[in-house]
């Protein structure tokens, strides 16, 4: 592996971590209601969630995936219904819930393992991020070298500037709350909600290309 390709991969991962997804949007969503230290644990179980797709994939899970065209389904509805789900629960939010000024007086903030294995349960249902995984990642894999220690060093790469960009969407909403107003917050909170279930919808009208 070599210098010019990590450096595309870098450029590549920087990319795709700065396009809007599921776990960008609970980042920002999580650092606007319950503040970046909560969001931090979120930011992890997202990462944690990442790494074990991108060890599927290096012990060929992925391929399995591919194959598998029940598998594939099953896993697509669980993701579309928990995405659903996701997006009822933030548009439920109450406004003051996600005010830092007044959550003394509304309802109980995220905790941190909410936080956590909320954002962990959005990319470990998500196929098409283990698909992505399955597509992206050997385009950058020397099949002539030992293929655990590339895996090893691309899923590094990748997991550290996702969640660096994690944390900046999260450090972001949590700066941007103190100058809006409870309304303007709560507008925030349920366009996340859209976002999730517009994307709900895409995971759900989501086909495979058998080519």
């Known amino acids: 592996m070599t210098a010019s390709t990590l450096l595309l991969f870098s450029a590549a991962a920087i990319m795709l971590a700065l396009t809007p997804g599921p776990t960008m949007l609970l980042a920002l969503n999580n650092g606007i209601a319950s503040g970046v230290r909560v969001a931090a644990y979120g930011i992890a179980g997202a990462t944690l969630a990442s790494a074990l797709l991108i060890s599927a994939v290096a012990l060929g899970l992925g391929a399995l995936l591919l194959a598998s065209e029940t598998l594939f389904n099953a896993l697509r509805l669980i993701g579309v219904a928990y995405l659903c789900w996701l997006g009822y629960k933030l548009w439920q939010t109450p406004p003051l819930a996600i005010n830092p000024s007044a959550q003394a007086q509304s309802a109980t903030p995220l905790s941190p393992n909410q936080a956590f294995w909320r954002c962990a349960s959005v990319s470990l249902s998500n196929p098409k991020a283990l698909l992505f995984f399955s597509a992206f990642l050997p385009q950058?894999?020397?099949?002539?070298?030992?293929?655990?220690?590339?895996?090893?060093?691309?899923?590094?790469?990748?997991?550290?500037?996702?969640?660096?960009?994690?944390?900046?969407?999260?450090?972001?909403?949590?700066?941007?709350?103190?100058?809006?107003?409870?309304?303007?917050?709560?507008?925030?909170?349920?366009?996340?909600?859209?976002?999730?279930?517009?994307?709900?919808?895409?995971l759900a009208a989501f086909r495979r290309s058998n080519g």
């Open 140 to 202: 950058f894999v020397d099949p002539s070298l030992p293929q655990a220690p590339q895996y090893l060093v691309l899923a590094t790469i990748f997991l550290s500037i996702d969640a660096a960009v994690m944390l900046a969407y999260a450090s972001a909403g949590r700066y941007a709350v103190n100058f809006l107003s409870a309304r303007s917050v709560t507008f925030i909170n349920r366009g996340c909600a859209l976002a999730m279930l517009l994307l709900a919808a895409t």
